[in-house]
């Protein structure tokens, strides 16, 4: 259990797709902008989970027991939440 633990905490210094840009990325307007419009997108898939996890009438998403689907959700906060797309893979 511990090593199962260990492998998928996400780290607290871990970055995550479309958290922050490079910084040499913001010196071109045609890629910032690019990447603001790629971080809209993330967001805007986060409240399309968020969404169909309140929305009863969905397949599983009624009854006792019911876990919200978070596991693709763009962002996360550290430690084991099942949620985030990190920029590297923990096996």
Known sequence: MAVLDILST???DEEYIGEK???SWGEDPVIKNAF???R???KKL???IDER???TKLMNRNGAGIVPYELLKPFS???VT???VPCSISI
Do not use: D, I
Request: proline share 12%; charged share 35%; net charge negative.
């Open 10 to 12: 996400h780290s607290p």
């Open 21 to 23: 840009m490079e910084p």
């Open 36 to 38: 603001e419009r790629f």
């Open 40 to 42: 809209e997108r993330l």
């Open 46 to 48: 986060e409240s399309v």
């Open 53 to 55: 996890n309140e929305n």
């Open 77 to 79: 906060k550290p430690g």
């Open 82 to 84: 099942g949620m985030g």
